[in-house]
């Protein structure tokens, strides 16, 4: 009896993958490549695909059930329960994507069984690839307990028994779609949500949807409509549902859009006597409290902000089912005391609140470009320089360059020389490269020659070295047909060219030129020609500083 008990505990829980489809040929592959090796088997329901959804779905090995659209996701959905037979249910959309590395989390989940249904953390995408907001849904529960789902757009799982938040993550690419289909998809959902409440108007759940719905589509002014309409039904029947915090959202923003600032915060406020931990209230008053130049207000309300994202991090269940549209904006609240820092002239902590705002937007080029023009605008040239750089080497991977550079030649110039001063050859040599002389003055060619010189020379690139002494040569309007055998011909170019640098009182260049000669040619030297150049060089430091 003992071997039995061990052998069936033993036993791992079985997972049903369960979707319902209609010509998802553009994004089913993707779904499924992301689970089909976390499941045991793969259950879809279609309702009249015309495309490659069955061909791509069977290249999975999935079991199709063909029925006809009925304009109810529910009957649909729960249509595809019936015919699973794992012990877990695993519920997708085509438009959805496992996190790569969560499959095993998923195995984990239902393996130790601790509920009997689950909360997965969903990330709704945009186009771009940033985080438009975060939520938690149900989407991993006990098969041959009764759960299904009710309601027919927007529809919810009736769920029993025990439930738990699990550390499982799904993409959401619900915006990755045309025009056409954005725009057929909201005629679809609000026409549904019109036709539940011609039966029942006081049906708050679909009054919050239509909210939604419209603040999505960017009708602004129906998404206040809607959404003060859900808040009045609220207020009449002192409920206090989750959803409410989407729409007091939806309605502030509208307001904040609008450049209704006052009821854009009084909405606010009021959400938050409702809601304390509503992170998105916190941060739209954040912006409007900046707007309004009230610095405490708008630093208080950041901080509240940072101690309710550090409390959902370290206990999920607290997140509850609430879409959170600036969970993945926290970069923006460090921006923003990096703001009311420099404000009060506190540069350092400002820039440590800069550091962490580019850290937390992923290293963004874009952000460390703004934190750029920022202290460009500010006239601060050496910290704007180095974010410059900063946005440089963030955008290499992906082949990208900050626009200011496109804007401003010359300042590849800057940056190629300081990647050069910390040895970093290759970068200052395709910056220096980038500095098209279009962009530049007379003096910065001559300069970016010198500096090119200075750099094939460290990096022992001998030919490149030829062909950048001829360069410097042309543009000094110098004689090119002369001799190059040896190094010594290339330093003692190098010398003449900084006696001529020396004539013209061009100090910085001609103390670029004599420590380049040198290292090429140092016995060449000779200290009596040179000492009133050394001389001159000294007295301009001198009298600069």
């Known amino acids: 009896m003992k071997r039995k008990s061990l052998l069936k505990k033993n036993v791992k829980p079985t997972i049903s993958l369960c979707m319902i489809v209609k010509n998802e040929e553009a994004c089913l592959d993707r779904c499924l490549k992301s689970v089909c090796n976390y499941v045991d088997e793969i259950i879809i329901v279609d309702t009249g695909s015309t495309d490659n959804t069955i061909d791509i779905a069977e290249s999975y090995g999935a079991r199709i059930y063909h029925h006809p659209w009925e304009n109810d996701f529910s009957k649909h959905r729960n249509q ?48 771009d690839g940033s985080v438009h907001g975060v939520f938690y849904l149900i989407r991993l529960f006990r098969n041959h307990m009764g759960m299904g789902y009710v309601r027919k757009v927007h529809n919810q799982l009736r769920t029993q028994g025990r439930e738990a938040y699990s550390k499982i993550r ?36 679909s009054v919050y949807q239509l909210s939604a719905s419209y603040s999505m589509h960017r009708e602004v002014d129906k998404a206040i409509k809607y959404g003060e309409m859900a808040l009045d039904i609220m207020r009449r029947k002192q409920l206090k549902n989750g959803y409410f915090m989407t729409v007091f959202y939806s309605v502030a923003q509208g307001y904040q859009s609008m450049g209704k600032v006052d009821d854009a915060e009084r909405i606010c406020l009021e959400a938050l006597d409702l809601f304390p931990m509503d992170m998105d209230m916190c941060h739209l008053l954040a912006a409007i409290y900046f707007r309004k130049q009230k610095k405490d207000l708008c630093n208080a309300m950041s901080e509240r902000y940072l101690n309710i994202y550090d409390s959902f991090e370290k206990n999920p269940l607290l997140f509850g089912n609430y879409y959170c549209h600036s969970y993945a904006k926290r970069n923006e609240i460090y921006f923003g005391l990096a703001l009311i820092h420099f404000l009060e002239n506190d540069f350092e902590s400002a820039d440590a609140f ?192």
């Open 170 to 205: 799904i993409r959401h690419y619900g915006y990755d779609l045309s025009a056409d289909q954005m725009e057929a998809k909201h005629v679809r959902t609000t026409t549904l949500l019109k036709e539940t409440l011609a039966s029942d108007p006081e049906d708050v759940y």
């Open 354 to 545: 800069f550091i962490k705002s580019f850290e937390d937007a992923g290293n963004s080029l874009q952000k460390a470009e703004n934190i750029c023009r920022f202290y460009f605008e500010q006239r601060m040239e050496d910290n704007a320089l180095r974010w410059l750089k900063i946005a440089y080497q963030a955008g290499l991977d992906s082949d990208k360059v900050p626009s200011i550079l496109d804007e401003h030649k010359v300042l590849y110039m800057n940056i190629g020389k300081d990647f050069l001063k910390q040895d970093d050859l290759k970068t200052a040599a395709d910056c220096l490269q980038k500095a098209v002389d279009e962009g530049l003055t007379a003096e910065e060619q001559l300069e970016k020659r010198l500096l090119q010189v200075s750099l094939c020379w460290r990096m022992e690139a001998t030919d490149e070295l030829i062909r950048s002494i001829e360069s410097l040569m042309q543009i000094m309007g110098l004689n090119t047909k002369r001799n190059i055998s040896t190094f010594d011909d290339l330093g003692q170019i190098l010398y003449d060219v900084a006696e001529l640098f020396c004539i013209s009182r061009h100090w910085p260049f001609a103390e670029l030129a004599l420590q380049i000669a040198l290292q090429i040619a140092p016995t060449l030297f000779l200290p009596a020609k040179f000492d009133s150049l050394l001389q001159g060089v000294e007295q301009k430091r001198t009298s600069s500083s």
């Open 80 to 127: 595809s329960l019936s015919y699973a037979t794992g012990d877990w249910i695993f519920q997708l959309d085509a438009d959805e994507e496992l996190f790569q590395e969560d499959g095993s989390i998923l195995r984990d989940v239902v393996r130790d069984g601790k509920a009997d249904f689950f909360h997965c953390r969903f990330y709704d995408m945009k186009k």
